[in-house]
Nanobody, 118 residues
Framework: QVQMVESGGGLVHPGGSLRLSCAAS??????MGWYRQAPGKERQLVAA??????TYLDSVKGRFTISRDSAKNMLYLEMNSLRPEDTAVYYC???????????????WGQGTQVTVSS
């Protein structure tokens, strides 16, 4: 059974930092990504990566960094210079790339809440 378990969310002031972690189990994946969903909004891709490929949402470029430890089947999202608009539930996903586009699978974690507020 494939499982994704996120951790690392919390409450942070604007300009602060958080590091999200995702522990994947049950399989190995060619690509993985982070999505987020704010109240009343659609889930959006924040960052994804595969061997030789990375993708970032424009609004997080230069602030967020996705990384992966394949040996441990872990995925990370380092988030710096956080803004109130980054507030959302963040989800880990396993998927694949079709050309330059990340395609999510139906494998999702339970999500971790990130709240950026003063």
């Amino acid at each position: 059974q494939v499982q994704m378990v996120e951790s690392g969310g919390g409450l942070v002031h604007p300009g602060g930092s958080l590091r999200l972690s995702c522990a994947a189990s049950g399989s190995t994946f060619s690509a993985m990504g982070w999505y987020r969903q704010a109240p009343g909004k659609e889930r959006q891709l924040v960052a994804a990566m595969a061997s030789g490929k990375t993708t970032y949402l424009d609004s997080v470029k230069g602030r967020f960094t996705i990384s992966r430890d394949s040996a441990k089947n872990m995925l990370y999202l380092e988030m710096n210079s956080l803004r109130p608009e980054d507030t959302a539930v963040y989800y880990c996903n396993a998927g694949y790339y079709s050309g330059s586009r990340y395609v999510p699978s139906g494998v999702w974690g339970q999500g971790t809440q990130v709240t950026v507020s003063s």
